[in-house]
């Protein structure tokens, strides 16, 4: 099943041409690792999937719909979004920030407190680390709870704008354990935008290699890893396995 | 949200209290400048009204000629004592209509009369130590010009008018020099001899307490500025039969000698009023002929001590809910029109250079320009305040909304909220301790700015401090400074006290041990 589908994406801001015709498709249920470095323009496609950008020429659909025009915000409730550095609301309490959205959509307080308590548990952080204003956890404890707050409506689709990067080595290993390890996101379709091969690999099933706002290779990990189609995809290749 | 509505309430509260007062007789408003001469006329005036039976209200201490002739044209106040001179030439602007019956042509279009001159004339004078006057025989300006070694100083503004110095100098053909002097330091370089010759005002009390010779103008050179009472034509025939009876009983004289009373032994304007009445029983009817005479000197003390604090905290209460209201209209006003704009660049950033601009006029200007709009009193007041307090909220509100951290902003709209929900949820509470900012930075100029409301009758902490200033009198000008002050503080403990309970809370960054 294809989750979601870029043909003939074009997109600028200002002069720049971020992405110049981009077209692939991923699939459902699975992690897809978006690599690139800098200015490749992965953070503005991973943005125009939940509608944040728009594209300037070109078609996106998300499980087979076109995204919609009007109250995309509802759109955008069906998709978890976590970020490098978590952006967490500084103002709320852990668990304000995490059950924000559930609160917006009218859940109960028992079903908003069952399900904090399990994504805590999910991503490993004590319970009464809820009770804390983001500036008094650490950074990796203020990245799960970015990842608590994305998954806590049950997304179908998952979009992570490279969460894990400005970590410790330490940390980002047992977040990688931890996210490997949920239920939560086995089941999920996941785009994962990183710069990092190596975590690409670790966590992906699937990829898309960006540079200069082009396509240069989409398929499988182990498709990727055997036949690079270039120079610089062998490259990064090659890093993957340093 | 809810302790500043409280807050209100309280200020509505105390107003009510304060505006609270029986108003069944008819209710006449006499003005008066915030020069002492006026004050008292004002005061004799009113007291003389009052002995025939009207309730009177006093706006005195207006900040200027053409605040006090707009409050009388507006309705605003229905007496006041103006100066022929200054009529003829500052309002009229035409210096021919120098009789009374000339004037009263020129002011009926605006169904206002002047009523028959007090008996002074209060105009430029050339003084000079009364023992050098006689030792050397002066006694008109014409015979300056044949003096020599006598020491001119002028008042700075004496010296560049026109019709000052220049001018005088001219009609006299005096070929003597002058020099500046500041009109305070004037009096005591008179009298210890290090100046000679200065201006003066024809009625100043200083003339006889430094015992002063006033040159006679024998050539007519310096116009007349007699007093005379200036009223609507719609006062009732009995308050202006009354003031027509004042006519010719203040000759320069007893002028200066009632000036003096206020400069030199720190009489109350009521005081000297009252002393001026008493001695001319005449003019009161013959109830009040009675109750005239003075009370005894204790309970004097004593209701004055009481006095004191009640109009201090009356002042505090005027105060309080002009700053209140005016507040309450900059915020929600400011806080609206920054929510309405803050997207759009050009537009955040004109109407911030605009409440800027406002801010730029001065303060007393800016309350003048109220008049012809809004007449005087509180309404102009609360206007101007509203005005100089709503930059300091858009600033900071448009600014702090403008630097939310766009990680935060891009979340925000990422995870699906609503415009509304962004603003209500994200934006406005991050923007909060600079938006407390500013109000507080608001509230802390109109506290200030609001002492100046007094120049045009709205009395507050203000009222003592301009008559404090026209008297030249210290513990007057510390009644209204000194609450104002603690108000101020007040302010400030307020805010740190709101900051507390709404934003240290929510910002801890410390981490927790």
């Not at chain 1, 959205?101 to 407190?113: M, Q, Y």
């Not at chain 2, 949200?1 to 006449?28: N, P, Q």
């Not at chain 2, 307490?209 to 050179?221: E, V």
């Not at chain 2, 308050?239 to 007893?254: F, H, K, P």
């Amino acid at each position: 099943m294809t989750a979601i589908e870029f043909s003939g994406i074009s997109k600028a801001f200002g002069r720049t041409q971020v992405l110049k015709d981009v077209s692939f498709s991923l699939p459902e249920a699975q992690t897809t690792a978006v690599i690139g470095e800098s200015g490749s323009g992965k953070s503005t496609l991973l943005q125009m999937i939940n509608a944040v950008y728009r594209p300037d020429s070109g078609t996106i659909s998300v499980f087979g719909e076109s995204i919609p025009e009007k109250s995309v915000w509802e759109f955008r409730r069906k998709i978890g979004y976590a970020v490098q550095g978590a952006g967490l609301f500084p103002h709320m309490l852990a668990y304000d920030n995490i059950s924000l959205l559930a609160r917006l959509e009218n859940w109960s307080e028992t079903d908003i407190s069952k399900r904090v308590t399990q994504l805590l548990s999910t991503m490993g952080l004590s319970p009464e680390l809820a009770r804390k204003f983001p500036g008094q956890l650490s950074g990796g404890q203020q990245q799960r709870v970015g990842l608590c707050r994305a998954l806590m409506l049950h997304p179908r689709l998952l979009l992570l704008d490279e969460p894990f990067s400005a970590l410790d080595p330490m940390t980002r290993q047992d977040l990688h354990k931890h996210f490997l390890a949920s239920k939560e996101v086995a089941g999920t379709t996941t785009i994962l935008v990183t710069h990092d091969m190596q975590e690409a690999v670790e966590l992906a099933s699937y990829m898309v290699i960006l540079s200069s706002g082009r396509v240069l290779q989409v398929g499988t990990v182990e498709e990727i890893l055997a036949a690079p189609v270039n120079s610089y995809v062998e490259e990064l290749v090659s890093l993957s396995r340093s | 949200m809810k302790v500043l509505g409280k807050f209100l309430l309280f200020l509505g509260a105390m107003s009510s209290i304060a505006t609270w007062a029986g108003e069944s007789r008819l209710t006449l408003t006499v003005g008066s400048k915030n020069f002492n001469e006026n004050y008292v006329l004002a005061e004799i005036a009113s007291q003389l009204l009052e002995s025939r039976g009207f309730e009177i209200e006093r706006k005195f201490g207006l900040g200027g000629t053409l605040i006090c002739f707009g409050a009388l044209v507006s309705g605003e106040i229905d007496a006041y004592v103006e100066y022929t001179g200054t009529l003829s030439e500052v309002i009229l602007g035409d210096d021919t209509a120098n009789t009374s019956g000339a004037i009263n042509q020129s002011l009926k279009v605006q169904n206002l009369e002047i009523l028959p001159s007090l008996g002074f004339n209060n105009t430029y004078a050339i003084v000079l130590r009364r023992e050098m006057a006689q030792a050397r025989g002066i006694h008109s300006i014409s015979q300056l010009s044949t003096q020599q070694n006598l020491k001119l100083a002028f008042s700075h503004e004496f010296l560049r008018r026109a019709d000052g110095w220049p001018g005088l100098q001219r009609a006299y053909g005096i070929r003597l020099a002058a020099r500046g002097i500041e009109h305070g330091l004037a009096y005591q370089a008179l009298a210890d001899g290090s100046i000679d010759v200065t201006d003066a005002y024809s009625t100043d009390g200083e003339l006889r307490r430094y015992n002063l010779k006033m040159l006679k103008d024998d050539k007519s050179y310096f116009p007349q500025y007699l007093a005379v009472p200036l009223v609507r034509k719609d006062l009732p025939a009995r308050a202006r039969a009354a003031l027509v009876l004042l006519g010719g009983t203040i000759n320069e004289t007893t002028m200066q000698s009632m000036n003096e009373s206020v400069v030199f032994e720190g009489l109350s304007f009521s005081e000297v009023a009252k002393r001026f009445l008493s001695s001319h029983v005449d003019l009161l009817s013959e109830t009040a002929q009675q109750e005239a005479l003075p009370p005894s000197e204790d309970s004097e003390n004593v209701a004055q001590e009481s006095e004191l604090f009640s109009s201090i905290f009356r002042n505090t209460l005027v105060h309080l809910k002009l700053t209140g209201i005016a507040l309450l209209l900059s915020v929600s006003v400011g806080l609206l029109l920054s929510l309405l704009v803050y997207r759009i660049t050009w537009l955040s950033r004109t109407l911030i250079y605009i409440s800027g601009l406002l801010q730029t006029i001065p303060s007393i200007a800016l309350l003048a320009l109220m008049i012809p709009i809004f007449g005087i009193g509180e309404l102009p007041a609360i206007v101007a305040l509203f005005f100089y307090s709503l930059l300091p909220v858009i600033r900071n509100t448009v600014t702090a909304l403008v630097h939310v951290d766009p990680l935060l902003k891009r979340v925000a709209l990422a995870i699906g909220l609503r415009a509304s929900e962004r603003l209500r949820i994200v934006y406005l509470p991050l923007a909060l301790p600079n938006i407390l900012a500013g109000v507080r930075t608001a509230t802390v100029i109109s506290i200030g700015t609001a002492t100046l409301a007094a120049f045009i009758g709205a009395g507050g902490l203000g009222d003592p401090i301009v008559t404090g200033l026209a008297l030249n009198d210290t513990n007057l000008i510390l009644q209204g400074a000194i609450p104002a002050a603690l108000l101020a503080l007040m302010a400030e403990l307020l805010f740190e006290f709101i900051e507390y309970l709404f934003v240290s809370r929510h910002f801890d960054h410390t981490h927790s041990s």
